[in-house]
């Protein structure tokens, strides 16, 4: 029998770029946006084929006061390389948008 693997949990904290490593950061400044939404990490796991899964009452464990939410997705890769391509995602999009308006 497959062992089952476990979700893949993506915080907006993750992303912001407002936020320091020590906060909760865990991508490079360059590939973060201001104010990441889980629709915009769900989107970007979506555009991925991550089949994401969005909690929208979820707090990220250093601010429980905040609920932004969270992303599960599941994935036969390191969760890094996930953050970081969704990251990108993340950018892109907001890029394109930018451009778009």
Do not use: Q
Request: hydrophobic letters at 40%.
């Amino acid at each position: 029998m497959a062992k089952e693997k476990r979700a893949i949990v993506l915080y907006p904290a993750y992303f912001d770029a407002e936020r320091s490593r020590e906060d909760g950061r865990r991508v490079a400044r360059k590939l973060s946006v201001n104010g990441p939404t889980v629709e915009e990490i769900a989107a970007a796991a979506g555009a991925l084929g991550l089949k994401p899964k969005v909690e929208a009452e979820s707090a990220h464990p250093s601010t429980p006061w905040r609920r932004d939410g969270r992303v599960l997705v599941r994935a036969d890769y390191f969760k890094t390389s996930v953050v970081r391509k969704v990251a990108e995602k993340v950018k892109e999009a907001r890029a394109a948008k930018s451009k778009g308006a």
